[in-house]
């Protein structure tokens, strides 16, 4: 059974960085080949996707919008996915999810889901 746990949200103040986690169980990165992405949802808005990464060859992609201050990445040995978010904004509060076995950015591509972490930035 696939199972993915987040976790590193929080409380930061505007332009402040968090490292989000998450650590997959039920099969292994590089071995199984299920990409693994990260996506979001602020309150009233749809899940939307931030980046995703084939952990067989490293592979990444970035929605448009969040290139430049979140960075995806992944350690095979863990069976973690790590994201790291930098210049923290107001309108990047949400809840943060790790998914895997799909592709992309639009989250009905995407098979399992893990329970999400809340990061709020304040002003």
């Known amino acids: 059974e696939v199972q993915l746990v987040e976790s590193g949200g929080g409380l930061v103040q505007t332009g402040g960085s968090l490292r989000l986690s998450c650590v997959a169980s039920g099969f292994s990165f590089g071995v199984v080949d299920y990409a693994v992405g990260w996506f979001r949802q602020a309150p009233g808005k749809a899940r939307e996707g931030i980046s995703c990464?084939?952990?067989?060859?490293?592979?990444?992609y970035y929605a448009d919008s969040m290139k430049g201050r979140f960075t995806i990445s992944r350690d095979n040995a863990k069976n973690t996915l790590y994201l790291q978010m930098n210049n923290l904004k107001p309108e990047d509060t949400a809840v943060y999810y790790c998914a895997c076995g799909g592709w992309g950015t639009s989250a009905s591509g995407w098979t399992f889901w893990g329970q999400g972490t809340q990061v709020t930035v304040s002003s």
């Open positions: 990464i084939d952990p067989s060859d490293n592979t990444t």
